[in-house]
């Protein structure tokens, strides 16, 4: 008895190990047939998004392209950068402050900028002219901020003057969310 108890686990132990070691050749030679593409389908896009080096705004939110704050996704290991932040709409308002090399000006109107709005001249705007709209002063630091010169282009502002435009011209709720974004934590920083 004792011989055929030795057998058989034996033979237990040999149809494991096999059995461990097909599945594991049958996942490595599925990965390279597509099985690593339906893997990360499974994944949502913005964990993808958010792995590797990130910028965070001042409060610790991840600052993202898509003009969304993503916080408590599980990823990857990540290392993150210096705060993501832009000037705010006072330092603007000083027209020597404005980044070089644009293709708009101070008189640029708001609606010829963005493509509809006021047709207010942006430097009024950023004044505060009475009547001018605070949400569009907002939507002007952004691209100011984005602009290739900016001095908030060097302190990792996420965003280019384009992808701004882009995000207004969306139309809700892509523009409310990105306006709140802006507002709340990339137009933060002062000189």
């Not at 952004?142 to 990792?156: K, R």
Request: hydrophobic fraction near 40%.
């Amino acid at each position: 008895m004792n011989e055929l108890n030795k057998r058989t686990e034996q033979s237990d132990l040999a149809s494991a190990s096999s059995s461990g070691i097909a599945r594991r050749r049958m996942i490595l030679a599925s990965l390279g047939k597509g099985a690593s593409v339906a893997a990360v389908v499974a994944v949502p896009m913005n964990s993808l998004a958010a792995i590797g080096t990130l910028s965070v705004t001042a409060t610790g939110e991840r600052c993202t392209v898509s003009g969304a704050i993503i916080s408590g996704v599980v990823h990857s290991k990540e290392t993150v950068t210096a705060e993501c932040a832009g000037l705010n709409p006072s330092y603007y308002a000083n027209p020597a402050n404005w980044p070089t090399n644009l293709s708009f000006t101070t008189t640029t109107t708001f609606s010829e900028l963005f493509g509809s709005g006021s047709s207010d001249k942006l430097l009024d705007i950023l004044q505060g002219a009475l009547g001018t709209s605070t949400a569009e002063a907002s939507w002007i630091t952004a691209v100011l901020n984005g602009s290739d010169n900016s001095l908030a282009v060097s302190t990792n502002y996420p965003y280019t003057a384009a992808q701004v435009i882009s995000f207004y011209q969306a139309g809700d709720p892509t523009r409310s969310s990105a306006l709140a974004f802006f507002q709340g934590f990339m137009q933060t920083r002062t000189i």
